[in-house]
């Protein structure tokens, strides 16, 4: 099962970077996040998986879809990127990937002894709302406040500005 | 551990993503094609804090925690980003990288 989603998770994101058409982009980086909640249940973190899909799954992936259909044509196809780009970036990439392997294959892990924790709603919302130890309400409230001033900015930065010509 | 897989495989493939979206994030020159490419990233590491969590902490739920917050952080992030891409095509009818230099005085 884990195989079968990591499968699902490699090939459909180096798609999303090789495809040519931007729509098809799109449906597979959604194909990639749906591989990534389906390995947070096999984590047995139903919560985190539910958010995975919802926000990133149903809010997200709309979003950019939307955003699609309104700057390009369906039809459009890219430009093939230029080759010194291609050859620096993915040589860069395995580069990268091959000495981050390297280095967590030799790493000795720790595996924890402790027992498990359930992870049912109840906990979560205690530890998410408490202010002592293992508590989260700060970032709980700045991530209220930064989410709050992304929705203005993003109101503001979209209006249309007010035709200028009716004041004269 | 869990269902007899390591967590160097979990590592393994979160790693493999986050160079997929890192070289994506080079090669293309779309701006929702580039932000496609950080969503890449973003995932790839939310992955990873999952994991660590499960496997070396499992009686704490710090990791946890933090991937739902860059989950909420990465719709915040979207969200303007589109809106800026959307406000970037209104005056330039098109939304390569290159175009956008003309935004500067």
Known sequence: MFYMFSGIILICSLLTITTRRILRAAVYLLCVLLATAGLYFMLKYQFMAAVQLTLYAGGIVVLIIFSILLTHHISHLFEKPDMTKLIMGISAAVIGSVMVIATLLTHPF????TTELPVDMTEIGNQLLSTGKNGYVLPFELISILLLAAMIAAIVVAKKEKNKNSEI | MIQGIPLEHFLIVST????????????RRNLITMLMAIELILNSVNINFVVFNRYLYPDQLQGHFFSLFIVGIAAAEASVAIALIINIYRNMKN???ENVNEMKF
């Open chain 2, 16 to 27: 493999i993503m986050f160079f997929i979206g890192v070289c994506g994030f080079i090669i």
């Open chain 2, 95 to 97: 939304i390569e990288v």
């Open chain 1, 110 to 113: 720790q595996a924890g002894t």
